[in-house]
């Protein structure tokens, strides 16, 4: 049973960069099997529809929402069973929850991402 560990939240001021992280627990995967997964993060600000935010798929397929183009950078290390998302330049807009997605049908459990002065 796979579990994701989301980490890296946290309060950062307007322009300020975080890097969020998504450990995939609960299997042991071969590089060639952890690349060919789809996976993603997605937020949720209050009283908002959970929204994708960037995605990665198994041919290596990047997708981003058009209000973090150019500021946000999808990645995954196969040798730690990780994704992350890198986040520069961040807006008061960007803050929600953000969750990690794995195979389209496991969730993280969020981790929090507030831009604020």
């Known amino acids: 049973q796979v579990q994701l560990v989301e980490s890296g939240g946290g309060l950062v001021q307007p322009g300020g960069s975080l890097r969020l992280s998504c450990v995939v627990a609960g299997g042991a995967f071969s590089h060639s099997i952890f690349m060919s997964f789809t996976m993603g993060w997605y937020r949720q600000a209050p009283g908002n529809q959970r929204e994708l935010v960037a995605q990665?798929?198994?041919?290596?397929?990047?997708h981003y929402a058009d209000s973090v183009k150019g500021r946000f950078t999808i990645s995954r290390d196969s040798a730690k069973n990780t994704m992350y998302l890198q986040m520069n330049n961040l807006k008061p807009e960007d803050t929600a929850l953000y969750y990690c997605?794995?195979?389209?049908?496991?969730w993280g459990q969020g981790t929090q991402v507030t831009v604020s002065s």
């Open positions: 997605n794995f195979q389209e049908n496991t």
């Open positions: 990665v798929n198994g041919p290596g397929q990047l």
